[in-house]
């Protein structure tokens, strides 16, 4: 959905109106388009301000992405060495407990 803003401080301070036997007082509608233009002004600098705000938060969303898929790689990395290092000390007890066995039947013979 698009916004379309019709009036900009510029435009309003610039208006002029035609004056009519029964019109509005002009120093009224001076004072009174003088405070629609700082409203204005206000609105565009809040407005300015949140762009910037969401381009920050976007980017650190972006960065934090990364960072994130970076840390899931090196995590599946990390328990791959796991699994590799519970096989290997598995080996290793079924070596031992071998060796064991072995030595057993070694010296209780003799």
């Known amino acids: 959905m ?3 803003i019709a009036l900009s401080p510029k ?3 610039n208006k002029e ?4 036997f029964k019109g509005y ?14 409203d204005y002004e206000s609105f565009a600098k809040l ?17 934090l ?10 995590k ?3 328990e791959d060495n796991i699994h ?5 000390v598995s080996s290793n007890v079924d070596i031992l407990k071998r060796l064991s066995l072995l030595e057993k039947a070694v010296f209780s013979n003799k």
């Open 65 to 74: 992405k990364e960072e994130n898929t970076r840390l899931e790689r090196e």
């Open 25 to 38: 007082n002009a120093d009224e509608v001076d004072h009174y388009l003088d405070q629609i233009v700082k």
């Open 17 to 20: 109106f035609k004056v009519d």
């Open 84 to 88: 590799a290092l519970e096989e290997n």
């Open 47 to 63: 407005l300015n301000e949140s762009y910037d705000k969401i381009d920050q938060l976007e980017s650190q969303v972006r960065k």
């Open 11 to 13: 435009k309003i301070v």
């Open 76 to 78: 599946a990395l990390q």
């Open 2 to 4: 698009e916004y379309k």
